[in-house]
């Protein structure tokens, strides 16, 4: 549906140059969304997924040992998405050991970003509204500490900013200006907490990431706090129990048409476009978050059986591998941590899984070595560029 420009134009001056800067009207979209056939069996298949992923519970052993996981992936891609080149390894190994040698700025970006979410996640879980007071609380969370750290973290603008282009009068998309921020935030909080009426949650998501990106209130991280706020309402909204889809991807696969709509529903109002993209996107992202657990899975259960058959040192083995199926890269001493076991035990289990085949070694230190099950690892990279 053509709706028209979903908000109004502010004329401010920046840089010694006056532009025309974009303040949304408040959600949710008027006239409401035009539910065609099409459209609801989009987010029916959507919501239908969503119900799948969530009840990953029941197929593994161990859910955490698959969000700890998904989470460290989607920090990873949604921090691509900004330019961080940093990758699961990467990001695994620094998590180990600081100074495990890889590029310290964007694996911080990254580990950030996961410390944003679970913040944000605790938040709520303690009963802290979703609010501009918690985005401000969870940015300051994501730039604490990084090459961000000195555009106000958690502190909304008080300068203007746009997007695309060298300079504000070649933007692709100029945001309101600083000062109408607060009221901005406060009609999205508004429509958070459904006030004055109620939103089913997986639509609320995709309307208040569009609103939120629109609006663009910090000076930096506003994209990847923007991605997190959809799984954030997800969670809220217990359409989800845990932080496990991953959207970024797909967001960087059609990163054109991503963009594209989001000009379009604010020039044109044609929400349901988006809708279309956005549920698309929750389909392919949860169906191949099942996907990969049941491979997961099978790959447990297939190693499992092989260390069964080492016979009376099984069970020091499988409490490695246990262990390795939450964090698959540790060294003897961070396994010994974790399991309880001696290191001496730990190193004779790490050898015993890596003739099995089941862990190799990154590196060929005598101390300070560091195992990877590699065949957990590539499930979870598959299909991922860089």
Avoid at 250 to 273: A, I, P
């Amino acid at each position: 549906m053509i709706r028209g420009l979903q908000g109004k134009y502010a004329t401010t001056v920046t840089m010694g140059e006056t532009v025309n800067a974009f303040v949304p009207f408040p959600l949710p979209p008027n006239p409401p969304i035009d539910w065609t056939n099409g459209l609801f069996d989009t987010i029916n298949k959507a919501m239908l997924a969503l119900g799948r992923l969530d009840s990953l519970s029941a197929l593994l052993p161990d859910p955490y040992m698959f969000q700890y996981i998904y989470v460290r992936q989607e920090a990873v891609l949604s921090s691509k998405i900004e330019g961080t080149q940093s990758s699961l390894s990467e990001l695994l190994l620094f998590e180990l050991d600081e100074d495990s040698g890889v590029p310290i700025n964007d694996a911080r970006e990254v580990s950030n970003y996961v410390a944003a979410l679970e913040y944000g996640l605790k938040r709520l879980n303690e009963g802290f509204p979703l609010s501009g007071r918690l985005l401000r609380d969870i940015h300051l969370e994501l730039l604490r500490n990084t090459r961000g750290e000195n555009q106000t973290p958690g502190e909304f603008r008080r300068s203007q900013n746009w997007i695309g282009g060298t300079r504000p009068g070649t933007a692709s998309f100029v945001p309101p200006p600083y000062f109408q921020i607060p009221g901005c935030i406060s009609n999205l909080e508004f429509f958070l907490n459904n006030i004055p009426n109620a939103t089913p949650g997986l639509l609320k998501a995709a309307f208040a990431h569009v609103q939120f990106e629109t609006i663009h209130p910090f000076l930096d991280g506003n994209g990847r706090l923007g991605r997190l706020l959809i799984i954030l309402l997800l969670c809220y909204e217990k359409i989800l129990k845990e932080p496990i889809l991953y959207l970024s991807l797909y967001f960087k696969t059609h990163r054109d048409k991503y963009y594209n709509l989001l000009n379009q529903v604010r020039l044109t109002g044609d929400w349901e476009s988006w809708l279309h993209f956005f549920a698309e996107a929750v389909d392919f992202t949860a169906t191949g978050a099942v996907e990969k657990a049941k491979k997961i899975h099978q790959l447990s259960i297939d190693d499992q059986k092989s260390i069964f058959e080492l016979g009376r040192a099984a069970a020091s083995v499988q409490k490695i591998h246990q262990t390795l199926l939450k964090r698959p890269i540790g060294t003897s001493i961070s396994l010994s941590k974790d399991t309880g076991l001696t290191v001496m035990t730990v190193n004779r289990s790490l050898e015993r899984l890596r003739k099995l085949g089941i862990v190799k070694e990154l590196t060929s230190k005598k101390r300070g070595r560091i195992f990877t099950y590699h065949k957990l690892l590539d499930i979870y990279n598959e299909n991922i560029e860089g």
